[in-house]
Each structure stands twice: as C-alpha cells, then as structure tokens.
C-alpha cells in the first residue's frame, strides 16, 4: 500500500472512494459544508434525513458521487464529539477500510474533520494501521481471496515530518500486526517449529535484528528437558529462536519477551476433542506476537535492548510421546510431574522463560495462548495479566490501556501454589479443576527466578472465531501494539 499526505480540498481529491469520518455533532463549517457544496446538498439532505450516520462504526455509502473528483464517498460516524476516544476512532476506521478491501486495487482518500479529543498523531497513526489490517483476511488459501491491500491510501493532512512519521509507524504497526496474523492463519503443515525459524531467520534480515537458532542438539545441551519432552512425539522437531535487537547501549536494561509457540497442540496423550482441536494451529500466537513485535520494534529503531524469545514445538502423539506420569527436569532443576499432556505451554514456556533469565533478561514479559480457563475467566476480548511485580504489571497495564488493548490482572497468592505440589516431583504441571488460569501462571513463575515478570494469557483474544464489523475472523495480532509501546518506553 502506497501512502499519501496531502492538504487540499476534500472534493478534488481523485480517488475510488472517499472516507470521511464524522461525529454527529460535527460542526457543519468547512470543510464539510464546502464537501456538501460540491455534493450539491446531498449530505445536508442525509441530516434533515436523519439518515446521516451518527453511532460509532455506522456507515453510508453514496455509491456515485457526482460533483467531487473520488467516485464514491463512505461516510462513518464517531459518535459524539466529546465522548470519542482513540478506541472508538480506530473501531470506526476499520470497519470502514474493511467495507472497502473487498475489491482489488483500491485507491482511498480519508478524512476526519474536527476530532478535538485525539491528537493528529494518535488519528493520523491509527487510520493508516486499520487500513493495512483491513487489507489482510484469513483466507490465506483461498483461489480468490476476499480481501485485497488497498493500492493508495492518501492521508487528507498537511505533508508535515510529523505527520509523515505518524504515518509511518502507523504503516509499520499494521505490516507487523499482518505478519503475526499471517503466521497464526497458516496451517501447521506449513507453520511448524523449523519453518518458523526460517521466516524468523529471514525477517531478521530484512530489519536488522540478530537471529539465533537453537535446534534439538543445541536444546539439549541447554538442558531444556521439559520443552523437548512436549516436542519428542512430533516427527517436526522443536526450534528455540532469539531475536535480538540492541538499540540502546550495552548497559542499557535488557526486555526479554517469551512466547509460546505451540505450532500444533493435539493434546498430546491427554488428547483434545476434534472441537477442541480445531483451531489448535493458532497456539503458536504467542509466538508470533513476539515475532511482529521484534519486527516492529527494529523498523521503529526504539532505542532500547529488546530480546524476543520463541519456545517452538508440535505437541503430538506417537509411541515416543511424554507420558502421563513421567517426571521431567527443566532447565533449571526443577522436576516436573506431567499429569496432563495437554497442558504443554507451560512446559515449553518453562525452560523458555529459564533460558531468558540466564541470558541477562533483566524484565521479563511472556505471551501464551495458555489456558481455556482464561478464556472462561475473562470472556474472548480480554488478555489474562499476571504478575510477580506490581510496578512492572502497572507498566504493562499501562502500555495496553494506550493502545486500548485489554487486560486485567487476576491474583497470584501463594495459596494456589498448594495446588500445584507433587508427591513424587517438585511440582505436577497441573492445578486443580479451579483457577486454572492461575495455577498456570504459578506454575510459571516457578523458572523466572524473581525476576520483574508479566505473564500474559492470550488465549481468548489472539484468535476470532468469527467475524465482525470491525475485524475479520481468525488471528487478530493482538498484544504486538502493547509491546511496541512498553519497549517505547521501557527504561
Ligand atoms: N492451548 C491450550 C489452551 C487454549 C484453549 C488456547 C483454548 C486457546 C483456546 C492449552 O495448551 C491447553 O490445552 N490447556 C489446558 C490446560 C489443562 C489441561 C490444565 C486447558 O485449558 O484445558
Ligand atoms: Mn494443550
Ligand atoms: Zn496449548
């Protein structure tokens, strides 16, 4: 998608479609009154109409727009001027780029007049990432795919280096977020530990991040006993990567940030339903948010010590498979009573989150598609938030609530660890039937050694499991944005 500034006159602007995007009380002055000029009072018809759109995210299209030089113009409203906020401008934008990729080679202008509530950089930002998300759908084998990338997107903005750089970012977040989806959509016969180094590998390349791989010799050497048990059925074998991007000085801080990547979880011995199967390609998400956050963070050039690490497996079945009783070992001594096989993240995760604390991490943050209780706790829309470190789960809190991404932290009191004890092991890699979301995150609290750690549960969010107004069914790319802006401004 090619991007645009350019101040001019909103009915000379030549393009497929125009957007504007109104509050319902917007003043009815220039430029819009001159846009309604040109229309020959069409618009100021809609209003005494009623038919002007007026809630968040409700459209009107005018097919042919006779008077202005774009051939067709959307209208979507903002809801109330003072009752806007950032969340409601991005949810509007993109259903409406989401009305208009259907189609292949589409040039759009967009405009907003008068959203006083939102700085230009913040509107300028989003519009551009929607319009890239909303370029991409899930139907990534699909002969004829039902979305396409828009060809132009003309910003109706003065062509500032400031906007210009919001503009940028915006580019920059929406391609990142993409990848992530992109990896999350494909199947596991084409997402599977090897290729996703591989992409990993020439990403890296591409932004300039280090990229090292870990492949089973190597993990046993580092003595990750318990994500090689969860990979041993699979005939894929397990990859670990790090991603390292050094902004900042050498004594700078380093972000460590952990993701599950589950390239297909069957359950493994505890074998899940073919329901419960279905969508299990998508457990590598934590992953892949760690993969497009890297990207990002390394074409923003954030001057900061940013390491992204991706615990890469199949859980699957075969007469080598972990067994229900087996005791594994981790990294870091820790001995594991496995009573559950499909309870595999954390196992992954576990020697991920050691290996990060060895290598220097001094914050940790980890990303797993972990538990369907949290799913249960907190409904689709909201990550699970858990910490060891109050200041640190405030800073992370605080990256998600600026991009409007949700979370909500759920307790960690030392009682729930009483579940997780094992008559034969240090610990059994499963609670009881209660609280699972949290005697997964107290399981995972056992590898990272103290360390300032935020565990987010990404398992309603990473994945729709159908489709909305303002965003297409399968991965969603959630979280990418929140780690940009914690690694913006992490210290
Ligand atoms: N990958 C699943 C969790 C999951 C479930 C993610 C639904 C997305 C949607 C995880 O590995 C798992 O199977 N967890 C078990 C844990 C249980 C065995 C303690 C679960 O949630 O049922
Ligand atoms: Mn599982
Ligand atoms: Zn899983």
Request: with cysteine.
């Amino acid at each position: 998608m090619e991007l645009q500034l350019e101040e001019r006159s909103w009915n000379e602007v030549a393009a497929d479609w125009l957007i504007v995007l109104v509050s319902k009380d917007v003043s009815w002055s220039f430029p819009l009154s001159d846009l309604d000029s040109h229309l020959d009072g069409v618009l100021s018809q809609l209003r005494e109409r009623d038919e002007f759109p007026s809630d968040v995210g409700e459209t009107c299209k005018l097919p042919v727009a006779k008077g202005i030089a774009a051939d067709r113009l959307l209208l979507v409203g903002l809801g109330s001027t003072e009752a806007l906020t950032p969340a409601k401008f991005e949810r509007a934008a993109r259903i409406a780029f989401r009305q208009i990729t259907k189609k292949k080679d589409q040039t759009v202008a967009v405009a907003w007049p008068g959203t006083p509530n939102i700085d230009s950089a913040t509107a300028i930002q989003t519009a551009v990432m929607s319009a890239v998300i909303a370029g991409v759908g899930p139907g990534v084998y699909q002969s004829e795919p039902n979305r396409h990338p828009l060809k132009t997107l003309t910003l109706l903005q003065e062509a500032s280096d400031e906007n210009r750089k919001s503009g940028e970012a915006g580019h920059i977040l929406g391609e990142t977020i993409n990848q992530t989806r992109d990896l999350v959509n494909r199947c596991a016969d084409e997402i599977y530990p090897e290729s996703v180094a591989q992409k990993a590998k020439e990403m890296s390349d591409e932004v300039g991040l280090r990229c090292r791989i870990l492949d089973q010799e190597q993990l046993e050497a580092e003595r990750m006993g318990s994500l090689l048990a969860v990979a041993r059925a699979s005939t894929r074998p397990p990859r670990v990567v790090v991603l390292e991007y050094l902004g900042a000085s050498s004594e700078a801080p380093t972000l460590a940030l952990c993701g599950k990547g589950v390239c297909f979880d069957s359950g493994g011995l505890s074998i899940k339903s073919s329901e419960g199967m279905n969508t299990m390609k998508a457990d590598m998400a934590g992953a892949a948010t760690v993969f497009g956050a890297l990207a990002a963070i390394a074409r923003l050039k954030l001057p900061v010590n940013v390491v992204g690490y991706l615990g890469l497996v199949e859980n699957m079945i075969s007469g080598s498979a972990y067994k229900l009783g087996d005791v594994l070992t981790a990294r870091n001594g820790v001995t594991i009573e496995v009573l559950n096989t499909d309870a595999e993240g954390r196992l992954v995760l576990a020697d991920v989150l050691a290996y990060a604390v060895d290598q220097g991490a001094d914050k940790i943050v980890d990303l797993a598609t972990l538990t369907g209780a949290c799913v249960v706790a907190l409904g689709e829309e909201v990550n699970g938030l858990f910490t060891n470190n109050s200041e640190w789960g405030d800073e992370v809190k605080a990256a998600a609530k600026s991009c409007e991404e949700r979370v909500w932290e759920l307790p960690m009191d030392n009682d729930f660890n009483d579940l997780l004890k094992s008559d034969v092991a240090d610990c059994k890699n499963i609670g009881g039937r209660w609280g699972g979301a949290i005697t997964a995150a107290k399981f995972l609290e056992k590898f990272v050694s103290e360390k300032p750690w935020v565990h987010l549960d990404i398992a309603g969010p990473s994945f729709a499991t159908s489709s909305k107004s303002h965003q297409d069914s399968g991965a969603t790319g959630v979280m990418v944005r929140t780690l940009v802006e914690l690694a913006r401004n992490f210290k």
